[in-house]
């Protein structure tokens, strides 16, 4: 609930007026992005995930193999770019498609 001595803002998406809070975390609400797994799981900060195939990295000369988990995945805003890291490669950056949460 807003407190008496909050400001409230104009939110012209709705036509109301709203508390500056409420419509901060409406707006970050919807400028979140949802990113899924193979299977559709949703995927958060710091899950980790499986491999369901396998896949040559580029750059590194090495093949991670289907099975492999990879801890604590970063989101990147895209809804299909998952940020990582993984001994031996920098810079990591795995498809949704190829993943699912452990």
């Known amino acids: 609930m807003a407190s008496d001595d909050e400001d409230y803002v104009y939110d012209e998406d709705s036509g109301e007026w709203l508390p500056a809070s ?12 949802e990113v899924r797994d193979a299977v559709g799981n949703v995927l958060a900060d710091g899950d980790s995930v499986t491999l369901i195939k396998d896949l040559d990295v580029k750059g590194a000369g090495q093949t991670l193999k289907r099975g492999t988990v990879i801890p604590a995945i970063r989101l990147t805003g895209d809804a299909q770019e998952i940020d990582c890291r993984y001994p031996g490669i920098k810079g990591l950056v795995l498809r949704a498609e190829f993943v699912r949460k452990r």
């Open 22 to 33: 409420e419509l901060t975390a409406k707006r970050a609400a919807a400028d979140a992005v």
